[in-house]
């Protein structure tokens, strides 16, 4: 525990944020969270995205981490998935697990999410003597380094200003922290969009508020340059999301044109989602942008470091930004309380080690838009996948599946994973060119005899 005077402004009270707040509390720092948004358990209408988000075995210790009883409530009624469905042309779906041995990602409601870490603030407050302060509708516009750290914002359209002894950003992929720090130190930053932007949709529950699909399972409707996915809500609704590139969705404005696209490649969701709503959908609903915001270092001495999205903005095909994000609080918070007071290098410690494996995620994120929507239906990469997943079963302390890697194993780092990956995969690469070379040395033994 450090002594309560030791303050920190926290910017952003996102998923990332809540959660480092909470956590620092707990460790006896006097924490003030900054956001821009108004107060999600009294606003009637929040700007949050209502999407749903896989949090798996990363996001969980995490929790855990911060408080094993908070975790339960906040993980309460969490959907689990424990595999992809992928659903072809004709509607035919197949099952495809994720773990070998029972395990499974978590579809949760984004926006419970970040009010039960609100409301987890609140517990906290009611008991602690030190209280987490918390001021909504407060846009951050700069934090300045001086002897402490200086944090200008506007509230009810004043300018505002309070003193820190130190600041953590985390304020998602715009991040103003981040801007502020890289007039600091000399920081490798860059930002890059890519050509896909999603759309979201519902499907509503059936009769009784049953689920009209499996909801144990991350429905996919893969279609190499686009797909559909669908993830369960506990309500038997699931939310469902289109990813595609710019141009096909810019040309996908009327009517007509929006429904033959869903008869010739979705023919089963139309039932699911409802044709009218699809086209509401298309031509009413806002789109969201992908881009990957990369960066090192992530600290200024020891008055400012930013975590989350802020540090590392990824696209969303392997389900980890939330994940990867509550695992920077946990390394943080781990490494405050090792180094006990020496904040400075803790924040060191942790630019040191994190870098390599937020570059690591970054990279598998991008990869997997691929395996989403497209090698899942690939011969060859199911063949792959099935003889991982046997080597996996039969040699678990010696192979591990690079998915089992990321998703359930938090004790493995995302860059020791990529490793650890590339190695198996150059041993896969050799047993198939061995069977590929005893077919071939069979068949000219057998050509060879019977030429004789
Ligand atoms: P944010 O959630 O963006 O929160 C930032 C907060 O900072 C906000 O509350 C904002 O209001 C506040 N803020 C911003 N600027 C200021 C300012 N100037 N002053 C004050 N406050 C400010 N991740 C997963 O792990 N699993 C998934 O399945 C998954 N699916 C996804 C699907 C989609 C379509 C998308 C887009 C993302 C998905 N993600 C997923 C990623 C996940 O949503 C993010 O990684 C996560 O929300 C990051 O949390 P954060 O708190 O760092 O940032």
């Known amino acids: 525990m450090v002594e309560s005077s030791e303050s920190v402004g926290v910017i952003g009270a996102g998923l990332v944020g809540a959660l480092v707040a909470l956590g620092l509390a707990k460790q006896g720092y006097s924490v003030t969270l900054y956001d821009l948004r108004s107060d999600p358990r009294t606003a009637k209408k929040t700007s949050l995205r209502s999407i749903n988000l896989a949090v798996s075995e990363r996001g969980i210790r995490a929790l855990r981490y911060v408080d094993e009883e908070m975790a339960k409530r906040v993980l309460d009624g969490i959907i689990p998935m424990y595999g992809r469905m992928i659903h072809d042309l004709d509607g035919n779906q197949e099952s495809q697990l994720y773990g070998l041995f029972g395990e499974a990602i978590n579809s949760i409601d984004r926006k419970k999410l970040n009010q039960s870490l609100i409301e987890e603030i609140e517990l906290f407050n009611s008991s602690a003597k030190s ?15 001086n002897g402490g750290v200086t944090i200008d914002y506007v509230r009810d359209g004043e300018p505002q200003r309070d003193h820190k002894d130190f600041v953590v950003g985390a304020d998602g992929t715009y991040s103003v922290v981040r801007q502020s720090l890289q007039k600091l130190i000399r920081m490798n930053y860059s930002q890059e969009y890519i050509d896909m932007c999603y759309l979201e949709m519902y499907i509503p529950p059936g009769p009784n508020g049953s689920f009209r699909i499996d909801p144990n399972r991350l429905h996919i409707w893969p279609r190499k340059t686009f797909m559909l996915i669908a993830l369960a809500n506990q309500d038997g609704s699931f939310t469902s999301t289109f990813f595609g590139p710019w141009e096909l969705v810019e040309s996908l404005q009327q009517p007509k044109t929006i429904e033959f696209f869903f008869k010739k490649n979705f023919k089963d969701a139309i039932p699911l989602i409802g044709l009218d709503k699809i086209i509401e959908c298309f031509t009413t609903y806002p789109r969201g942008a992908l881009m990957q915001v990369n960066c090192s270092r992530y600290n200024f001495q020891d008055k400012c470091i930013i975590i989350g999205d802020a540090a590392h903005s990824m696209v969303p095909f392997y389900g980890q930004g939330m994940n990867c994000g509550f695992e920077d609080v946990r390394i943080l918070l781990e490494l405050l309380e090792k180094n006990g007071r020496d904040r400075q290098a803790a924040f060191d410690s942790y630019t040191e080690t994190r870098a390599e494996d937020l570059k690591a995620i970054l990279k598998l994120a991008l990869r997997n838009y691929h395996e989403m929507s497209s090698d899942v239906t690939s011969s060859l990469y ?11 079963r039969l040699m678990p302390q010696h192979w591990i599946p690079l998915y089992t890697m990321v998703s359930f194993r938090s004790d493995i780092s995302y860059s020791d994973a990529v490793r650890f990956s590339q190695k198996q995969q150059r041993i896969l690469k050799w047993a198939e060119w061995g069977a ?3 077919i071939l040395a069979g068949g000219a033994l057998y050509l060879a005899r019977r030429s004789k």
């Open 131 to 145: 209280k987490i302060e918390l001021i909504f509708e407060a846009k951050v516009t700069s934090v300045r380094v």
């Open 382 to 392: 199911l063949f792959r996948k099935k003889l991982d997943g046997v080597l996996g």
């Open 436 to 438: 590929v070379g005893s």
